[in-house]
């Protein structure tokens, strides 16, 4: 390994010495990754193959002594530092330009406590894995949808899923994490020991250090009745009305989401979808209506494992296509959202895209944490997907010019882990992430990490 060129926090560039270099690889049981390295271009990917980064070392901690060792290290020379977790970041953040990465991706440890509904995750862990781990032993917690998304950057961004309307969101669920924060120290933090720092890690992002663990509180979780109804876009309008008014009206134990998708035979339609978590047999009189509102073009809703749920979407959002994402928090779904939503699908850029309405409410109304937007009954996700990155311009315009049109109907909140990219989605997204709760995260985050070192993420700046 020869000298090496690195971007600091700062933005400039300087050189560390091979000697320097050498001494933190030999320092860690897990790889350090550098530009000469074979396995170099692939350590560098993310999800998002519109995000192309060019890190300067890639270390990928074997243990929580490598995390503090890479954490001092980036302290020591002033480096840029991004964390990676399941590197499934619109943004990708997970990912920085010419500095450290601290990529998660070898610490995926899990261990169910079946008796007392607990599970301690290692901070690399994917949905999938984590779902699989706590079915087996009949339990689960609010979790992302995609089974390739990673638990850190989901849960500490709050947390969205299909248990979400009966259980909260993801960071509810949280008891406590592992945290080797900007100083190299790893603190357990909980409702009792740092508990500002907690209430700051649940919806304040990857501000505050690397966690190395993560244990949630668990629950029974059988089969539920779940799946999509599909309609077609000529009722598209009429369709959304009845979810609007169908999901305002929803039970403790049902969550729903609604959406526009193009099929694979290229023809539109609506999708309504519902998780129902309790009683098959009263699942079903409840999701009735939904089945029975028109003349349905598929229905998929039956009783399933939670993880063929978990697995579901899985082929909508392809790892290393082109990605762009915006979204919108809705107190309600107006008639003219709705028509604005609609009539902009109808000229949609890329078949791939999908704009659709994740309930929010519920128990994720009732948590005390830094997630800032627990009024809202929705989240209103747009996601722009396409192939070929010559096309970028055109599906990124399409996004943007949704999103300003339904302005006037959203909350002017946004979700942390929604937020499209740092260049265009500036200072004025990131205070609409963290919303009132941004004065109370801007004072931890000086106490915590006062330097910025945790700045490759929807940053929180330090005050003074
Ligand atoms: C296909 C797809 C489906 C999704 N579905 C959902 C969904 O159902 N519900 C929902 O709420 N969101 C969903 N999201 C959004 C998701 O929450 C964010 O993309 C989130 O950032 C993913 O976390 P990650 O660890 O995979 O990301 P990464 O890109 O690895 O990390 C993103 C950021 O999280 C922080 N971070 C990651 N790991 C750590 C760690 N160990 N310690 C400290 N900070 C860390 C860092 O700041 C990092 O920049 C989805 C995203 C995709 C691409």
């Given at each position: 390994m020869a000298d090496l060129r690195v971007t600091t926090t700062r933005g400039v560039d300087t050189v560390l010495k091979e000697a320097v270099v050498t001494a933190f690889k030999q320092s860690l049981r897990g790889p350090l990754i550098a530009p000469s390295d074979d396995s170099y271009d692939e350590a560098r990917r993310v999800w998002n193959a519109n995000i192309d980064r060019r890190p300067s070392l890639v270390a990928c901690p074997a243990g929580v002594a490598d995390v503090m060792h890479a954490v001092n290290f980036a302290h020591e020379h002033h480096l840029l530092v991004a964390v990676r977790g399941g590197a499934h970041s619109f943004a990708g953040t997970g990912v920085c330009h010419g500095g450290l990465v601290i990529d998660m991706s070898l610490m995926k440890g899990i261990r169910v406590d079946p008796v007392r509904h607990m599970v301690r995750a290692e901070g690399g862990v994917k949905w999938g894995a984590f779902d699989r781990e706590t079915q087996a032993f009949g339990l689960a917690t609010t979790g992302g949808t995609d089974p390739d998304t990673g638990i850190a950057?989901?849960?500490?961004?709050?947390?969205f899923g299909w248990l979400g309307y009966k259980y909260g969101l993801a960071c509810?669920?949280?008891l406590s994490v592992d945290l080797v924060t900007a100083d190299g120290q790893m603190r357990i933090v909980s409702d009792t020991e740092y508990p500002d720092l907690f209430w700051g890690l649940r919806g304040g992002g990857g501000n505050f250090g690397v966690v190395t663990s993560f244990e949630y509180r668990l629950h029974p979780v059988g089969p539920v009745l779940a799946g999509l109804v599909l309609y077609p876009f000529a009722q598209a309008k009429e369709a959304l009305q009845f979810y609007r008014d169908f999901s305002s009206a929803t039970?403790?134990?049902?969550?729903?989401?609604?959406?526009l998708l193009t099929t694979p035979d290229e023809a539109k339609v609506v999708a309504i979808g519902v998780c129902y978590v309790g009683p098959l047999?009263?699942?079903e009189r409840l999701i009735a209506p939904v089945r029975r509102f028109g003349l349905p073009l598929e229905d998929q809703i039956r009783p399933m494992a939670y993880t063929a749920l978990q697995s579901l979407m899985d082929t909508a959002y392809p790892p290393r296509n082109q990605y762009y994402q915006k979204d919108h928090f809705l107190r309600e779904i107006s008639d003219e959202a709705i028509d604005i939503v609609v009539e902009h699908f109808a000229r949609v850029s890329s078949p791939l895209s999908i704009p659709f309405f994740q309930q929010s409410g519920g128990a994720m109304r009732r948590g005390n944490t830094?997630?800032?937007?627990r009024a809202a009954l929705y989240n209103l996700v747009l996601t722009a997907q396409w192939l070929d990155p010559g096309e970028s311009e055109r599906h990124v315009r399409w996004t943007r010019e949704l999103w300003q049109a339904l302005r006037p109907y959203a909350t002017g909140g946004v979700y942390v882990n929604h937020i499209g990219r740092e260049d265009e989605d500036g200072a004025d997204q990131i205070r609409a992430a963290y919303g009132t709760n941004y004065q109370r995260l801007a004072e931890l985050k000086t106490q915590y990490d006062p330097t910025n070192l945790f700045r490759h993420n929807q940053n929180i700046k330090p005050t003074g």
């Open positions: 950057g989901l849960t500490l961004g709050g947390g509810d669920n949280l039970h403790e134990e049902l969550t729903t989401y609604a959406g047999a009263e699942g830094a997630y800032a937007h």
